[in-house]
Each structure stands twice: as C-alpha cells, then as structure tokens.
C-alpha cells in the first residue's frame, strides 16, 4: 500500500480509460473503502449505484457525454438524500452534500490504490439519468465515478500539478 501523500499526490482525472474488466475483488474493495467514509453523526445519507450491465452504461452515456465514459464496464454513481442527512443545529447547515463528497474523496483515492483510473464526473444530466434509472429518484445525484485501467497515453492534465502554496491556503491564527 503506498503513502497516503504518495497516493493523494498521484491521483489524477484520468480521462483515457481501456475497456478491460475490473476483476471483482477490486470493485469490492473500493466500495468498501466508499463504505468506511465518515459522514456527520455516522446518517450515511447517501447510496452507490454499481453501473455494469450495458442498458444501464447506455443510459449513464446518454447523460454523460464523454468519450471516456463509453470506454468503461463500470460505473459508480454517488447520490445523497438531503432529509436523511444530519443538520446542524446552529445554522441548518444540511451535511448530505458533504457526507456524500467524503464518500465519493474515498472512492477517487481507492480507484488509485487499486492502480485503476477514474474522473469525477459532475457534469452530467442528473434529471434525466433519474427519470432514465429510476432507482435513483428521490436523490441528489452528485458524481460519476467511469472506472476502469487507465490508457497507456494517458497522463494527468498540465493543470494537475497546481496548487496553492501553503502560505496561501493555510492561515494561522
């Protein structure tokens, strides 16, 4: 298992996906690493659609269209129920969007302790991949995870490397 800094730094938005199965052992280790993520007062307000059978990977495809979603055998698809999701009291801030964005953080970083490849995927018609896949009504739709072994050209974009310095990040107070 590599270094958690190693891994963090070494995940990119892999767009440039082969058409090679995913053996199981590995999807099922990436959901359960999705599984072990924390969410506020442990609610889990969220589920994971497993995405394999071709009539549903047509469907994500007609929502989504990418070129390297149509590569792929596996997609996961991440949604939240914000009334099952913990609400603080202070402010009503509702923590379905955050809980399911851990979730999905966890998913991106064991797609690449698997050595697999993965992008977010946030741009997609959620209504219409609802009214397409009804299990997934009454949810908040928020990311596309296309899973698959990366290309052998593919590479992290010039802008992967950016980041803010610390001193620009980081404020101590």
């Known amino acids: 298992?590599?270094?958690?800094?190693?891994?963090?730094?070494?995940?990119?938005?892999?767009?440039?996906?082969?058409?090679?199965?995913?053996?199981?052992?590995?999807?099922?280790?990436?959901?359960?690493?999705?599984i072990a993520a924390p969410t506020a007062k442990?609610?889990?307000?969220?589920?994971?659609?497993?995405?394999?059978?071709?009539?549903?990977?047509?469907?994500?495809q007609e929502v989504a269209k990418f070129p390297f979603v149509k590569a792929v055998n596996l997609v996961l698809v991440v949604g939240v129920k914000n009334e099952d999701a913990f609400i603080r009291p202070f402010d009503n801030l509702n923590y379905a969007q955050i809980d399911g964005a851990?979730?999905?953080t966890h998913i991106m970083l064991a797609?690449?302790?698997?050595?697999?490849?993965?992008?977010?995927?946030?741009?997609?018609?959620?209504?219409?991949?609802?009214?397409?896949?009804?299990?997934?009504?009454?949810?908040?739709?928020?990311?596309l995870f296309p899973i698959g072994y990366p290309a052998?050209?593919?590479?992290p974009s010039p802008r992967h490397t950016e980041r803010k310095n610390i001193s620009e990040a980081v404020q101590e107070i």
């Open 1 to 34: 298992m590599q270094n958690f800094l190693n891994l963090a730094k070494e995940r990119y938005s892999c767009r440039q996906l082969t058409d090679k199965l995913v053996e199981t052992e590995k999807i099922d280790r990436i959901l359960a690493a999705a």
């Open 42 to 60: 442990n609610i889990q307000p969220y589920k994971i659609w497993k995405v394999t059978s071709a009539d549903g990977l047509s469907k994500i």
């Open 102 to 104: 851990i979730v999905a």
């Open 111 to 143: 797609v690449q302790a698997e050595n697999l490849g993965t992008t977010w995927v946030g741009y997609f018609d959620a209504p219409k991949l609802q009214n397409l896949i009804p299990e997934m009504q009454g949810y908040d739709l928020i990311a």
């Open 152 to 155: 052998e050209n593919s590479s």
